[in-house]
């Protein structure tokens, strides 16, 4: 069952929500003051990334853990705020297909791994048989036959085999990606020279 936005019934889309902010300070003392704003910060619950500073520009993105975004909206005002401008996005119908795709690959991962195991199986047999002395030169010209299909068909399920790892785990950093943008708000901070 779906909703109206076409999500499956029982989620919530809030929990989905990606936010981030546009944040423009002015400062006289960029350097100084950017570098005081990254010191306060508690590591327990903010990441830095992207860190440009010089005498005349700072910027750089802070991931703020979602349920401390006021204290760091806080945090900002002892600076001169001269913008703070949010998005909000929602994920949630990405984040469904994304799990959906996670689990046909991983059930299709589980049907070639079982095909994968009954070739190198019969395979197997059937070069037992190709060794038994009692085979006729007419039934060792079929068997060769079989066993270079079999011997394709190993081949194209270990390929198969190694291109839905090769998903899944893009699924799985995709994911974790996700997972990231849910639990935490950017901020982007830029401090400009005041004037």
Not at 89 to 104: G, H, P, Q, R
Request: a negative charge; one cysteine or more; charged letters at 30%.
């Amino acid at each position: 069952n779906y909703t109206q936005n076409n999500v499956p019934t029982g989620i919530e889309e809030k929990n989905y929500e990606v936010k981030s902010y546009n944040v423009t300070i002015e400062s006289s003392r960029i350097e100084e003051d950017c570098n005081g704003l990254l010191a306060s910060l508690d590591p327990k619950i903010t990441k830095k990334d992207n860190i440009n500073i010089s005498k005349h520009y700072c910027n750089f993105t802070i991931k703020v853990l979602k349920w401390h975004e006021q204290e760091f909206i806080t945090m900002l005002q002892k600076y001169d705020v001269k913008d703070l401008n949010s998005n909000i996005t929602n994920i949630v119908k990405s984040y469904v297909n994304l799990a959906d795709k996670m689990d046909e690959a991983k059930k299709r991962l589980g049907e070639v791994d079982a095909l994968l195991a009954d070739s190198k199986k019969n395979y197997d047999e059937l070069w037992a048989m190709m060794k038994n002395k009692s085979v006729t030169a007419e039934s060792i010209d079929s068997l060769n036959k079989i066993i270079l299909n079999k011997s394709e068909l190993i081949s194209k399920f270990s390929k198969e085999r190694a291109d839905l790892v090769d998903q899944i785990n893009t699924f799985s950093k995709q994911k974790q990606d996700y997972d990231e943008q849910i639990q935490y708000v950017d901020f982007y901070v830029a401090f400009s020279e005041k004037i």
